[in-house]
């Protein structure tokens, strides 16, 4: 009888070889694929909240919420209440329309973002007390109408136009998004992806600050969303007063808002 002989151990080490060459060539594809399915992703969900933003308008003669927290992505929590039931969450049907579960907020966070998906229990409700609804909640993008932040750092350009190259970004004139049916809507900046960074890091390794760490945040550790590495985003998804998204890289993005004034506040917030 023939003996049976098993695979020899060269045999073995150039399958191996094979399955890793294999892996070193798809696994960049495959994370590529999965970063555009999380912008599209983002995209849609800016989408989401510029319709539900239109419908608020309707109701309040065209004019858009103004109000907030400390910083940009600080929103009003009857905002969002109302922006939610735009989208056709019944309210109604909850025990209590101040006591909004947490898995109703997904269109208000990235789904690119770590972080803000860890936190997200914590941040929904962050200063909202659950008796009158008062307050205001820590939510995954930034929205650059007319609220308290504007006047709590340092807006280093105004932002509601799309930039332009040669154009003068701090012209005075322009001033922050307070209506839907604004002239020039489709270069009213309204809703953006959270792109920020903290300026605490050598400058020679973090020249624009880090942005995947952000120590000065109310959990310590914030971070950007849509992220290559610590030292740089792949951009940011823009959506405007006409309701239509787009993306920006970051190559095109600028610092324009600074927590707590001067130029080495943190964080600094892009777009």
Request: with cysteine.
């Amino acid at each position: 009888m023939k003996r049976k002989h098993g695979f020899t151990l060269v045999e073995l080490l150039v399958v191996i070889a094979v399955i890793a060459l294999l892996m070193s060539i798809l696994m960049p594809v495959l994370r590529r694929a999965n970063d555009q399915a999380k912008r599209i992703l983002c995209a849609n969900h800016i989408k989401n909240q510029l319709i539900a933003m239109v419908m608020y308008a309707d109701s309040h003669n065209y004019k858009i919420p103004v109000g907030g927290g400390y910083w940009p992505w600080d929103v009003e929590a009857t905002v969002t209440n109302q922006m939610l039931k735009n989208m056709g969450v019944d309210l109604s049907s909850l025990p209590s329309a101040t006591d909004i579960p947490v898995e109703f907020s997904v269109n208000f966070y990235c789904p690119a973002n770590a972080q803000q998906r860890r936190f997200r229990d914590q941040n929904w409700n962050y200063t909202v007390n659950l008796i009158t609804g008062a307050g205001f909640r820590v939510l995954g993008y930034a929205y650059l109408w007319a609220a308290n932040w504007n006047d709590k750092g340092n807006i280093t350009t105004y932002p509601i136009y799309k930039q332009d190259k040669g154009a003068d970004k701090t012209d005075p004139a322009k001033k922050w998004v307070t209506r839907m049916d604004m002239p020039q809507a489709s270069d009213a900046e309204l809703i953006v992806d959270a792109t920020l960074s903290d300026p605490s890091y050598p400058i020679d390794k973090y020249p624009n600050g880090n942005f995947a760490i952000v120590t000065c945040g109310g959990n310590g550790n914030d971070s950007t969303s849509h992220l290559i590495d610590d030292t740089k985003p792949a951009g940011g998804n823009i959506g405007f007063a006409d309701n239509h998204v787009e993306w920006r890289p970051f190559t095109d993005m600028n610092k324009r808002f600074v927590v707590g004034g001067g130029t080495d506040g943190c964080p600094r917030w892009w777009w």
